[in-house]
């Protein structure tokens, strides 16, 4: 931005030519204009990962009543949406592999980060709650999770 301050006071000096300083300021605009572009659609991506990770994390906090509560075919679904595979050994010791998204539950490297990152934003005011109501299917984005 210094430089076209410099710019601009040699063109008063009468040191740049109009139509030079006409050519620099419509590619600034044009910079502008892209920059702009970017952070709309930024900030989609955003909102649409904003949205399943409410989701998600709703989901997790009902899901011992979603699970007694259910049948069958149900349950099964529930597994199938949370699991990628359940490890039961000898001793009955049991290990799991999380499904997309769930999968960070137990990466003790991506949860610190998730903690870091919300202390961070708590303190520079940037924490959002979920103001999401209703029944958690019909308004779950979780069924474009992969």
Known sequence: MGGHLLEVEAHYAG???LDLLKKE???ITASLETIAHRNAAHHGHYAEARANLDD???LLSNVADIYANADDANRRLCNQALFN???VDEDND???GYRTPYDGLSDADL???A???AAEAKKKG???TSSKGGPLVESSHLTRLG
Request: charged share 25%.
């Open 111 to 113: 949860q610190a980060d």
């Open 85 to 87: 595979a359940i490890y």
């Open 25 to 27: 300021q419509d590619r």
């Open 126 to 128: 940037q924490v959002r």
């Open 94 to 96: 049991v290990r799991v």
């Open 115 to 117: 903690l870091t990152w």
């Open 56 to 58: 998600s994390l709703e």
């Open 15 to 17: 040191a740049i030519p």
